[in-house]
């Protein structure tokens, strides 16, 4: 079975400052993971993926996660928190299935809450 | 190339009755997933289906079930409502050629029940 943990339901950063989401995950088999953002009344929007081909990947509006199996953390980063950058950030896993080119089952994470101050 | 859409974007309904709600995928996509995303629970996977058969399946009551048609457009339906229903619904599609394994969401149909 896997599972994914966020650390933290709520984060709170300073506009410039560092953002640091956390995500550890649990699976079985090597995981497909993701990190999805949501704005208020919205779905969800992908910011990255790993898909085994790099550790470190790089997202969308300046985001990146790096992958550690031996920590079985998959932390989302951004160098500097923009306004705009205020929403719920989810992290899911999923496992890939045996051929075929969809994988229809995340697990997701709780959710992290991102304030960022002016 | 168009997103995902759902309709209708929000429903009120009353304990008991039933509700269909519908979900378009990107074009091209065979997969079309639904999750329930509530404020206690989160985001839980419903189910999956994949070329008109459900590939995946959640953990909810039979009250809970959905299909997809040939045009990969995909319907959920809700029997005998209850209060613990009102969520917001989520739809996703996935498969289209050189996308990887990402899933893409839509926008939510926002489920109210009284």
């Known amino acids: 079975a896997q599972s994914v943990t966020q650390l933290g339901s709520h984060v709170s950063v300073s506009e410039g400052a560092l953002v640091l989401l956390r995500c550890n995950y649990s699976s079985s088999v090597p995981p497909y993971l993701f990190w999805y953002v949501q704005y208020p009344n919205q779905g969800l929007q992908l910011l990255l993926k790993y898909t085994s081909a790099a550790t470190l990947v790089k997202g969308i509006n300046g985001f990146e996660a790096e992958f550690k199996k031996s920590e079985t953390s998959f932390h989302l980063t951004k160098p500097s928190a923009h306004m705009s950058d205020a929403a719920e950030y989810f992290c899911a896993v999923t496992q890939g299935g045996a051929g075929g080119t969809s994988y229809g089952k995340l697990t997701f994470g709780q959710g992290t809450i991102l304030t960022v101050h002016p | 190339k168009a997103g995902v859409t759902q309709t209708p974007r929000y429903l009120i309904k009353t304990r008991g009755q039933q509700v269909t709600l519908s979900c378009s995928p990107i074009?091209?996509?065979?997969?079309v997933s639904w999750y329930q995303q509530t404020p206690g629970q989160g985001l839980q996977f419903l189910f999956e289906y994949f070329s008109e058969t459900q590939r995946n399946k959640g953990n909810f009551p039979g009250r809970f079930s959905g299909r997809q048609f040939s045009n990969s457009r995909s319907e959920m339906n809700v029997s005998t409502l209850e209060l613990g229903d009102s969520a917001l619904y989520l739809c996703?599609?996935?498969?289209?050629?050189?996308?990887?394994?990402?899933?893409?969401f839509g926008p939510g149909t926002r489920l109210t029940v009284l």
């Open positions: 074009s091209g996509h065979r997969s």
């Open positions: 996703a599609s996935s498969g289209g050629q050189g996308e990887g394994n990402e899933q893409f």
